[in-house]
């Protein structure tokens, strides 16, 4: 069954079997990397995308979901060799320490943040359930407040 999937703004006909998940058409179909495999059971966030615009664990979401469908990958958010704002956020609190979950974490935020582009601590704790081993939750904070305080500047 020939599944059409646009990503990163390429339209793409995968021939894999319908309940393949996401993550694996990306990765090994498609040579997407970027989006990473971690627990397998949606609990992590490794492997965050946006299917239509909305954070999706791709690691639990066949691949048939995704048909005729939009998806973004981290390696979809810089734009003409611009990182987007979260990217550049987080090179500038320098939230990453090993760096296997950022892809996954990057994208649930920049989700969070088209939502709600100045959130509280709850509601980020609340959206915002990706797991880092490295515990650089704090700095994850801070990078999304500074994204709502130059929000704010410019408004």
């Known amino acids: 069954?020939?599944?059409?999937?646009?990503?990163?703004?390429?339209?793409?006909?995968?021939?894999?079997?319908?309940q393949m998940?996401?993550?694996?058409?990306?990765?090994?179909?498609?040579?997407?990397?970027?989006?990473?495999?971690?627990c397998g059971i949606s609990a992590c966030g490794a492997c965050t995308v946006h299917l239509d615009g909305r954070p999706v664990r791709s690691c639990v979401?066949?691949?048939?979901?995704a048909d005729g469908k939009t998806v973004t990958t981290i390696e979809g958010l810089a734009s003409h060799g611009v990182l987007h704002a979260v990217q550049e956020a987080w090179i500038a609190h320098q939230v990453p320490q090993?760096?296997?979950?950022?892809?996954?974490?990057?994208?649930?935020?920049?989700?969070?943040?088209?939502q709600n582009p100045a959130p509280s601590d709850d509601q980020i704790d609340a959206a915002i359930?990706?797991?880092?081993?490295?515990?650089?939750?704090?700095?994850?904070?801070?990078?999304?407040?500074?994204?709502a305080q130059r929000d704010e500047?410019?408004?």
């Open 21 to 38: 998940p996401l993550l694996w058409a990306l990765r090994e179909q498609l040579g997407l990397t970027g989006t990473k495999f971690g």
């Open 98 to 114: 090993c760096g296997y979950c950022q892809s996954g974490l990057i994208m649930a935020v920049v989700g969070l943040l088209a």
């Open 129 to 147: 359930t990706n797991i880092c081993r490295c515990g650089t939750f704090a700095r994850v904070r801070r990078a999304i407040h500074s994204l």
């Open 1 to 18: 069954m020939a599944i059409t999937v646009t990503v990163n703004g390429q339209e793409h006909s995968l021939d894999v079997e319908p």
């Open 61 to 65: 979401l066949p691949v048939s979901a």
């Open 153 to 155: 500047a410019t408004s």
